[in-house]
């Protein structure tokens, strides 16, 4: 007996829960009552199949298995262990079809196929294990190694439910969004439970948001699976047996979605398809934003927001962390510190600041609060499984917190921003809505919860807690602002999050390593649908030098979201605070990310789009080459600028690998070919980035914030490329919903060089008209010696060749054809 205790504990999880492992293993706390380890049920073999529309149901005489054609490249699998499914419900998807061009069901002796254009799901009739198969190359991907299983849970009722694949010997994973180590995943295990991880390390796990989503790559292929559960889940991607990768959560269905490549790409683009892309964000809400907590009284905010416009440093919001509210009463004022918010709102306003707010979850329990007086009077406020209300500590002291799953409590909520709203604030932060509690973490597992209408204990709800909670700010805000776009940020999330809210990645420390989780990070929640998503630059906890927080900076310039955050004991974090020469370098990059916001802006319109996400690793631009893989520095923002930042202190120099093509240094226009490495020298005020050659990189003249000054002319920076090369450039009003109703314009190049004279197409759709006439080019790389220039045919004389030998002329805006001809 002594044995077998030891090794079962030998075999505890360091997650030390109270569930199963992937060895079948239950560990329970007591383990008095509980020696025997609990055996889990497989699926055995097929002996029934129907087929109901674009549904098929398998049983094996008990449990049922639904295969859902989807799309012709993705399929949903759903486990029933005794027959029954759960209502069909997603926070994360909110419409299961999409078109279908063709599907079809084949029996043969040993298998079942479901085939689309795309791909076959195969279900093997005697063991029932599942595989894909795609139709043109018959590659196996995502195939079971062991059926579905599931054990029942005696506690709380429902099942643990597990899947196991096969991990091929050179397959790699990328994917899982908010985790801190290495993006390659292969290797190691993970689990999901939003978590307020203040200072976090390298690699721990969990973090603040969950995202069940992982990509597979092998033999060049790639596939996505999707493993829509909101209960604490678990992957393990080669860990505990080399051979396997398993995914497997605490209760609900064991539903996933397999999503066809072969592409990284098209894979990150089909769970967008499912789980949403991220609203057209308020322009300005991609400019830089400056945070503290906290900047108070209000004579210290308008003296940070001077600061930016004495020094001509750019910035487009400040931000009142929690010392703005009443004793940290959500949707109040402290009037001592703030005694005329619209006044200083306003003022702010007017020098082109807009006020960001923080919003908490947690209501402080006071009789003459109104807000908690009207969600008591409402019962909106979370119970535990005896009644008694859900209480614990969090900033205001003793909290109740609302039930952001009850669609009448986020109507509510929603509707609690209107002072705010009217009193100028433009954007809303909300935080600790994993939900974070002192003491205990976050809320036990037997808070009750409405699940839209579904009923749920926390155990169900925890993942999603946060997501409904900046969903009802989003769509609130929405209706309060009438057409203009909400601008909101949370710090726990759930897949489908960027429908409603950017991130951040929480409370990071101010060391180097940190500045390498950052880029990995911001990368990582990019592929994985959440592309909105910045770090504290800086780092929130610790003292950065200015080195560090130059560095940082540098990045944020290409991070989708660019905030510098710091904690309240921090010492001054401005880009100032540090002296020169490093007040010099920020201001310059900072002034970068304002050059390049037609660019970036046009970045943000092919995501939400198309689904593109807005930064690319190397492993998504070249998954057939298996070292990149392993390469997690360089990424490129949108599809033509590659970056790659300085994460080591005193580095003057650094290698850098450039993808497939030809790409420009960006900042001495030297042409370098791809697929190969690099040495680039990285003195302090300059970062290695690169232009893809025959890209059109549309700027802006500098300015202190979007919208300061009319734009007269869009500089049009053109590469070169003896290739054909298409950019596309998006423009609109900037912060309205115009745009749904075609009022946008998607402009398209085309450009082509062959030695002897460079072509330039543009083709444009939408109906918005900007307000400039012109285009300024500045034509970087042509091999050769101008001669002549023709607009729509037309010959131009008005050219000349600047002392970077980069050839200048200007256009209509709407031009359809040039060409430029050698001499
Ligand atoms: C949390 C947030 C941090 C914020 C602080 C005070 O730690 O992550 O960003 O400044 O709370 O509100």
């Excluded at 322009?283 to 940070?304: D, L, N």
């Excluded at 959500?330 to 707010?357: E, H, Q, R, S």
């Excluded at 205990?440 to 204990?457: A, E, I, L, M, W």
């Excluded at 600047?802 to 050698?822: A, T, V, Y």
Aim: hydrophobic fraction near 35%; proline fraction near 5%.
């Amino acid at each position: 007996m002594e044995e077998s205790l030891n090794n079962e504990l030998d075999h505890i999880s360091p997650l030390n829960e109270n569930i199963p492992d992937e060895e079948g293993i239950q560990h329970l706390n007591n383990p008095v009552t509980d020696l025997k380890p609990i055996v889990k049920q497989y699926l055995t073999s097929v002996k029934e199949v129907k087929k109901e529309n674009n549904k098929f149901y398998f049983s094996d005489g008990s449990a049922r298995v639904e295969v859902r054609v989807v799309s012709d490249e993705i399929i949903r699998v759903r486990l029933a262990p005794h027959g029954v499914f759960l209502d069909d419900f997603s926070y994360a998807v909110p419409q299961v079809d999409q078109k279908v061009t063709l599907f079809r069901l084949e029996e043969t002796t040993d298998h079942y196929l479901i085939s689309t254009n795309v791909v076959t799901c195969r279900v093997s009739k005697a063991d029932f294990l599942i595989s894909f198969i795609d139709i043109h190359t018959g590659l196996v991907s995502g195939s079971d190694a062991s059926a579905m299983h599931w054990e029942e849970n005696v506690e709380f009722g429902g099942y643990y439910v597990f899947a196991t694949k096969h991990c091929q010997p050179e397959e790699n994973f990328f994917g899982l969004g908010d985790k801190s180590g290495n993006m390659n995943l292969r290797g190691r295990k993970f689990q999901n439970w939003n978590t307020d991880a203040y200072s976090y390390g390298w690699d721990q796990d969990p973090l603040y948001r969950t995202i069940p989503f992982y990509m597979g790559i092998n033999e060049g292929a790639t596939y996505g699976i999707f493993f829509d559960n909101t209960f604490r889940s678990y992957f393990d991607f080669g860990k505990e047996d080399n051979v396997k990768t398993s995914f497997w959560a605490d209760g609900g269905e064991l539903q996933y979605y397999y999503m066809h490549g072969p592409h990284m790409m098209d894979v990150v683009k089909r769970y967008q398809s499912l789980t949403g892309t991220h609203q057209l964000p308020p322009k300005w809400a991609i400019g830089y934003h400056q945070c503290r907590w906290s900047y108070y009284p209000e004579s210290k905010v308008r003296e940070i927001a001077e600061g930016f416009r004495s020094r001509e440093i750019p910035c487009d919001a400040i931000y009142l962390d929690i010392d703005y509210m009443d004793g940290y009463r959500c949707f109040t004022w402290n009037k001592k510190y703030f005694p005329d918010p619209k006044k200083m709102i306003k003022d702010l306003a007017n020098i082109g600041m807009k006020t960001v707010v923080m919003i908490d979850p947690g209501i402080k329990v006071d009789d003459n609060y109104w807000v908690f007086k009207e969600g008591k009077e409402n019962n909106y406020f979370c119970r535990r499984s005896d009644d008694y209300f859900m209480e614990g500590h969090v900033w205001p002291g003793r909290c109740q917190f609302p039930d952001f799953t009850n669609p009448e409590v986020r109507e509510w909520w929603g509707g609690l921003y209107k002072e705010l709203v009217d009193l100028g604030v433009a954007g809303v932060w909300n935080d600790m809505n994993e939900p974070a509690v002192f003491g205990s973490g976050t809320f036990p597992n037997d808070v009750r919860h409405n699940y839209d209408g579904r009923r749920g204990s926390h155990r169900k709800a925890h993942n999603v807690y946060g997501m409904q909670m900046v969903r009802s700010t989003y769509d609130g805000l929405k209706k309060l602002q009438r057409n203009k776009r909400p601008f909101t940020i949370t710090r726990a999330g759930y897949s489908g999050m960027q429908r409603y809210a950017c991130v951040w990645t929480g409370d990071n420390v101010a060391t180097w390593e940190h500045l390498k989780i950052a880029n990995i990070q911001c990368q990582r929640m990019s592929i994985s649908g959440v592309p909105f998503c910045g770090t504290d630059i800086g780092g929130f906890s610790g003292e950065p030098d200015g080195e560090l927080f130059t560095r940082w900076i540098q990045l944020g310039v290409f991070s989708p979201f660019m905030r510098a955050h710091s904690a309240g004991d921090t010492s001054e974090r401005e880009p100032w605070s540090f002296g020169e020469p490093f007040t010099s370098i920020n201001r310059k990059f900072i002034e970068l990310r304002y050059k390049l916001m037609p660019y970036i802006y046009s970045v943000f319109w092919e995501h939400h789009r198309y689904g593109f996400p807005i930064l690319r690793p190397l492993a998504m631009l070249e998954q057939e080459n298996i070292a990149n893989h392993f390469r997690q520095d360089e990424f490129t923002f949108g599809d033509k600028i590659l970056v790659c930042p300085v994460l080591e202190q005193g580095a003057t120099s650094r290698r850098i690998y450039l993808p497939k093509g030809k790409w420009y240094n960006f900042w001495s226009h030297e042409l370098l070919n791809g697929e190969d490495e690099y040495v680039i020298d990285t003195p302090l005020e300059t970062m290695p980035l690169f232009v893809r050659a025959g890209s059109i990189v549309p700027e802006y003249p500098v300015m202190q914030y979007v919208g300061e000054k009319p734009i007269d002319e869009v500089w049009l920076n053109v590469y070169y490329a003896d290739y054909e090369v298409n950019s596309f450039m998006y423009e609109d009003h900037g912060d309205t919903f115009a745009y749904e109703q075609d009022i946008y314009l998607e402009k398209k190049f085309n450009v082509k060089g062959d030695g002897r004279s460079l072509h330039i197409e543009q083709s444009i759709e939408g109906l918005y008209t900007p307000n400039y006439e012109l285009y300024d080019y500045n034509v970087i790389g042509l091999p050769f010696t101008v001669g002549k220039i023709f607009v729509d045919d037309k010959e131009i004389f008005d050219f000349s060749i600047d002392e970077q030998k980069c050839l200048r002329f200007k256009s209509n805006k709407n031009f359809m054809r040039i060409n430029i001809l050698k001499a």
